[in-house]
């Protein structure tokens, strides 16, 4: 299976979308603000990822709104809260096989284009 969770709305995931060339790679595209990911999707990723803090972006507006930088989070801390705010989930995430690309860092993406 090969799987792109994107945000629509987002110019860096448009521009990995692109540069990855998704739609003629024959990706499954899902965005996540328009169609919530799963429980069982988000541990799929999980797997792939190693953790779901690997998942977790401490860049999502919120994170310093909710003043989580200040608090130790555990695994399951991290699982709740991007369950709960699709903001929490480093973006784009892709999932090729057993394989999961979380983020817009070049090296991520340069290994999403060579899978």
Do not use: N, W
């Amino acid at each position: 299976m090969k799987k792109i969770y994107h945000l629509s709305s987002c110019s860096t995931c448009q521009r990995i979308l692109e540069e990855v060339q998704a739609e003629k790679k024959g990706f499954i595209l899902q965005d996540i603000k328009t169609s919530a990911i799963t429980p069982a999707q988000l541990d799929e990723m999980k797997e792939g990822a190693g953790s779901y803090e690997a998942l977790f972006s401490r860049r999502a507006i919120k994170y310093k709104q909710m003043g989580l930088k200040d608090q130790v989070l555990t695994e399951k801390d991290y699982r709740r809260l991007i369950l709960e705010d699709y903001t929490f989930l480093k973006r784009p995430v892709a999932v090729v096989g057993k394989q999961v690309f979380a983020g817009s860092e070049k090296k991520t993406v340069e290994g999403l284009k060579s899978a």
